[in-house]
């Protein structure tokens, strides 16, 4: 079953305490994104990578870090969280380009954090 | 610069209403993707639709349906028949040409289904 996994679902954690959220796929994609979810705003793309060790940034990359050494996994590094981190953060998945069926950025199921 | 706009930010309706959800959206390129994306209360995202810029045809799928106007850059979404698990959150994205990595989502239309 195609798959995106993000762990942990949820997490509260405090200003300036290092974390990452994990992400991997199954799908043997390429791309990767990382989206964070805010009321009102919909979902706001914070970095994207094309392959291994290829990495840019999106619209909100402040404060994030990410790696891809790895092409199922992408992890999202909070080097050090403050309280307007606290949002909903998705993991995306997609094939290759253009016409593809697989052209569909499939999501995990998010993980849910709060920065106190 | 691409754009997404939902202007219905909360619609609620009763059971077996049709309910249309608007979508606007602005791009200067020619070749382009639209998606329409549910994220039910358990948080998920949920792939629903994908529209390529060359392809006007209305698209139904048992009581979804798209309407996708180039004309008025508009790419609306019209469940039949509503029902209470369709009450979610739903979202219109655009990406840019072929191998475009940024999704530039609409900030979502809230759909309650009443019973």
């Known amino acids: 079953e195609a798959q995106v996994t993000q762990n942990p679902r949820y997490l509260i954690t405090v200003t300036g305490k290092k974390l990452t959220v994990t992400c991997s796929q199954n799908?043997?994609?390429?791309?990767m994104s990382w989206y964070r979810q805010d009321p009102g705003l919909g979902l706001r793309q914070i970095y994207y990578?094309?392959?291994?060790?290829?990495?840019d940034k999106g619209d909100v990359p402040e404060g994030y870090k990410v790696s891809r050494k790895e092409k199922r996994n992408f992890p999202l590094i909070l080097e050090s969280p403050s309280p307007n981190q606290t949002s909903l953060y998705f993991c995306?998945?997609?094939?290759?380009?253009?016409?593809?069926?697989?052209?569909?950025?499939?999501f995990g199921a998010g993980t849910r954090l709060s920065v106190l | 610069a691409q754009k997404v706009t939902q202007a219905q930010t909360e619609i609620s309706v009763v059971e077996k209403e049709d309910v249309t959800l608007d979508c606007v959206y602005e791009t200067r390129d020619t070749t382009y993707y639209l998606f329409w994306y549910k994220q039910p209360p358990s948080g998920e995202l949920v792939f629903l639709i994908r529209r390529n810029s060359f392809d006007e045809q209305n698209e139904i799928s048992g009581r979804y349906s798209w309407n996708f106007q180039k004309s008025t850059s508009s790419f609306n979404f019209t469940i039949t028949a509503s029902q209470v698990v369709d009450s979610a959150v739903y979202f219109c994205a655009l990406v840019q040409d072929n191998y475009g990595q940024n999704f530039v989502f609409g900030p979502g239309t809230r759909l309650s289904v009443l019973p």
């Open positions: 995306a998945s997609r094939g290759p380009g253009g016409g593809s069926p697989k052209n569909i950025q499939y």
């Open positions: 990578s094309m392959n291994v060790e290829v990495t």
């Open positions: 799908m043997n994609h390429e791309y």
